[in-house]
C-alpha cells in the first residue's frame, strides 16, 4: 500500500532559524511522484515542488530546499532563515500508482503546522 | 484567467438535505478532481475525472455523485448530507491526464452539516 507520513504534527521556531520538514513514503513502485503543497492561514494550496522518483538530485529554490533521499524514502523539506510569512501548513503527497504508471490521484500526508514566531 | 473557481465558500445544512457545490477551471485542464480536507487526516480523494464524460471514484466516493459533461465544470452532489461529510471541500485541476503534474486547487468550500 503507498502511504506518506509526516510524523512532525506541529513545528515552532523563531524568525530566522533554519527548519526542516520530513516527509517519508512508501510505496512499491519504480516510477512515481512526490509534491509538497502549502497551505497558508487563509486557506488555499499552494504548489511548491514536483520531483520524479529517477531524479534524486537536490533542488533549491530561493530559502527553500529539498532533500530527496530514495535509499530512505524520505523527501525532506528545509526552509532556511524562515519568516512569518512562512506560518503555514506544508503538506507531502506521493502520486497514485496505476497499472504501473504514475496518476494525478494523490495520496497526502497529514501535514505539519509550522508556526514561526517574530 | 481565474484559474479554479468554487462556489460557495461556505454553507450550513442540515441532515438529508442535498446539495452541489460548484468547481470550474478556464485552463482547458483534462483533469479533474475533488479532495475533502479533515483534521488530522490530510486532504483525501472523494472523484476524479480524465475528460467530459469520464468520472471514477477516489478514496472516499460514498455519499457523493460527480459528472462531467464539459471539460470546464465538476460539479460534487452531496445526496443526503450527514455531519461525518462536515468537512472543507477542495476542487483540483491538472492539464494532463496521464501524468502526475501539479495540480492547481481552487480556494475551497467549508461544509458543516448540523
Known amino acids: ?67 530527496f533521499q530514495k535509499s530512505t524514502s524520505s523527501f525532506n523539506f528545509t526552509i532556511t532563515a524562515s519568516q512569518v510569512v512562512d506560518s503555514a501548513v506544508y503538506f507531502c503527497a506521493l502520486s497514485e500508482a496505476e497499472y504501473g504508471g504514475a496518476t494525478n490521484k494523490l495520496i497526502f500526508g497529514t501535514g505539519t503546522l509550522l508556526a514561526v514566531q517574530p | 484567467n481565474a484559474g479554479v473557481t468554487q462556489t460557495p465558500k461556505f454553507q450550513v445544512l442540515k441532515t438529508g438535505q442535498s446539495m452541489t457545490l460548484q468547481c470550474a477551471q ?30 471514477d471514484q477516489g478514496e472516499v466516493p460514498n455519499g457523493y455523485n460527480v459528472s462531467r459533461s464539459t471539460t470546464e465544470d465538476f460539479p460534487l452532489r452531496l445526496l443526503s448530507a450527514a455531519p461525518s461529510q462536515t468537512s472543507v471541500y477542495f476542487c483540483a485541476s491538472s492539464y494532463s491526464k496521464t501524468l502526475a503534474n501539479e495540480q492547481f486547487f481552487g480556494p475551497g468550500t467549508r461544509l458543516t452539516v448540523l
Open chain 1, 1 to 67: 500500500a503507498q502511504k506518506v507520513t509526516q510524523a512532525q504534527t506541529e513545528i515552532s521556531v523563531v524568525e530566522k532559524e533554519d527548519v526542516t520538514l520530513d516527509c517519508v513514503y512508501e510505496t512499491r513502485d519504480t516510477t512515481y511522484y512526490l509534491f509538497w503543497y502549502k497551505q497558508p492561514p487563509s486557506g488555499e494550496l499552494v504548489f511548491l515542488i514536483r520531483r520524479n522518483s529517477f531524479d534524486e538530485q537536490n533542488e533549491i529554490s530561493g530559502r527553500y530546499s529539498w532533500n
Open chain 2, 26 to 55: 478556464d485552463m482547458n485542464h483534462e483533469y479533474m478532481s475533488w479532495y475533502r480536507q479533515d483534521p488530522g487526516m490530510g486532504l483525501r480523494l472523494i472523484h476524479y475525472s480524465v475528460g467530459a464524460g469520464i468520472t
